[in-house]
């Protein structure tokens, strides 16, 4: 097995994405986990804050944690559906602790109220005149399931049905309650309009499904078997008292930033910074048909050559040959003929998301590969006498013709925004190959080569319609 580095060159794609969902879903386990800074948020004033809290009345699972997940805010839409404002002592309770935090922090922070009953997100932030505005919206959840394994089942004792015994199973799900807050958090600059830092559902469980120890549990609190049930407003204070911190915990630090800073958000085009946003608020799924040439690394060992002594041609000594490297066995590169692939992009809570500050989205990607290898190599080896008695010298010919590759790669990178219809994708992963090759005297140890190692790529995605 060889093993190198191989370089794609840069190249562009163009990609058909389709938005697979995001904070819109109907199920908050298919919603998307993400957060997002401004690269520019280091300069830009940050001493006070109005804060906005939505709170929807509580709702009760007991299999697994099925809301309807907040969607991001839009300026000319309600803040909160009129659903949404029936929970008076989770709201209080939250604009308690958010401005009892802020300030902690050293934020100078009060509680927003606009003047309308139904205000959408442009009047909120039309009659703010703090530095900030932060929006927190959450769906508290008083009964759900905590399940004791990810499989759905639990094997129990044997269990005797009569004429034998048999495996049972029962529900490892445990119903419990509480008051879980499945959130969301938005930071504005509110003259621009324009986001500054977002965060939304971090930590929640595949599927929704919840285990005991989870980090999700962090977001309010899960009362002890046999509690008794405490008040509503206790209920809310408490849960108000652990989600804040564990939500909050990536926001900003208070700054004087500059004034410049701020008064350049002013020059940004609204309607595309919305755009992009949408983009990288949502899932997207891109399917990609390539071909092209390359020129690629490949190198083996050589098989001796046999010294025929005698009537048996197995006997005699190994003539050894010079390795084979890539002028031999891929000199005119690799043609590619079809190279489908799929890329996922999730702007979600990975350990190799985006880099800080920079606009863009997660990417995963397969890619299966077949090539083409032309080939004509040959080489003459010459086999000496081994002693007098011999009449001739041996004389051999080596041939590797044409070979056909078979692959396959994972990479993980970003799809970086730089314009609505221009994306930059960076990425690095791993690949593996099987090459094989039409050859003559065995002069291969094999005749399929098996091949990995590292890849590294640079490329750009091009929609011809904005995003």
């Not at 190198?4 to 109907?26: E, I, Y």
């Not at 070979?403 to 799809?415: E, M, P, Q, V």
Request: proline share 8%; aromatic share 8%.
């Amino acid at each position: 097995m060889s093993t190198g580095l191989l370089l794609r060159s840069l190249g562009a794609a163009l990609a058909l994405t389709t938005p697979l969902g995001g904070c819109a879903g109907t199920q908050v386990g298919d919603a998307t986990a993400r957060d997002f800074r401004r690269a520019d948020l280091a300069d830009i004033p940050l001493r006070t804050l109005d804060i906005v809290v939505v709170s929807r009345s509580p709702v009760e699972f007991e299999e697994a944690i099925d809301v309807n997940a907040f969607s991001a805010p839009a300026l000319d839409r309600p803040i909160a559906p009129e659903a949404d404002r029936r929970a008076p002592q989770q709201r209080a309770a939250l604009e308690q602790a958010l401005v009892e935090w802020a300030e902690s922090r050293g934020f100078d922070a009060r509680v927003h109220r606009a003047a309308a009953a139904r205000p959408d997100l442009d009047a909120v932030m039309q009659s703010s005149e703090a530095d900030a505005l932060l929006l927190v919206r959450v769906v508290p959840v008083d009964r759900f399931g905590i399940f004791l394994s990810e499989s759905g089942q639990e094997v129990v004792e044997l269990e005797d049905v009569g004429t034998g015994f048999v495996r049972g199973s029962r529900d490892p799900r445990a119903v419990r309650t509480g008051r879980l807050l499945v959130g969301q958090a938005f930071l504005f600059e509110p003259r621009s309009r324009v986001r500054l830092w977002s965060r939304q559902v971090p930590d929640f469980p595949k599927k929704g499904r919840l285990v005991p120890r989870h980090p999700f549990l962090r977001y309010g609190f899960v009362l002890k078997e046999g509690a008794p049930t405490p008040t509503e407003v206790a209920k809310a204070r408490e849960a108000a008292r652990r989600f804040v911190p564990a939500m909050m915990a990536p926001f900003p630090e208070p700054r004087a930033g500059d004034v410049a800073a701020r008064r350049r958000l002013l020059d940004i085009d609204l309607d595309r910074e919305q755009v992009r946003q949408r983009f990288l608020d949502e899932n997207h799924f891109a399917v990609e048909v390539a071909g092209g040439w390359a020129y690629e690394g490949v190198r083996t060992e050589s098989r001796g050559v046999q010294n025929q002594v005698g009537p048996n041609p197995s006997t005699g000594d190994l003539i050894p040959l010079p390795d084979l490297g890539t002028s031999d066995l891929a000199s005119s590169g690799m043609f590619r003929v079809v190279e489908p692939r799929v890329t996922w992009f999730t702007p979600g809570n990975f350990p190799l998301g985006p880099p800080r500050g920079l606009p863009g989205t997660f990417t995963l990607g397969a890619r299966f590969s077949h090539a083409v290898v032309p080939n004509d190599f040959s080489r003459t080896a010459l086999i000496p006498a081994v002693d007098e008695e011999d009449v001739f010298d041996q004389v051999a010919l080596l041939e590797v013709g044409s070979g056909t590759r078979w692959g396959g790669a994972l990479l993980l990178g970003w799809a970086l925004w730089v314009s609505p219809s221009l994306m930059l994708t960076p990425e690095m992963g791993g690949f593996v190959d099987v090459l094989e090759y039409d050859t003559t005297l065995q002069t291969l140890p094999n005749d399929v080569l098996l091949r990995g190692g590292a890849e590294v790529g640079f490329g750009a995605m091009i929609r011809i319609t904005p995003w």
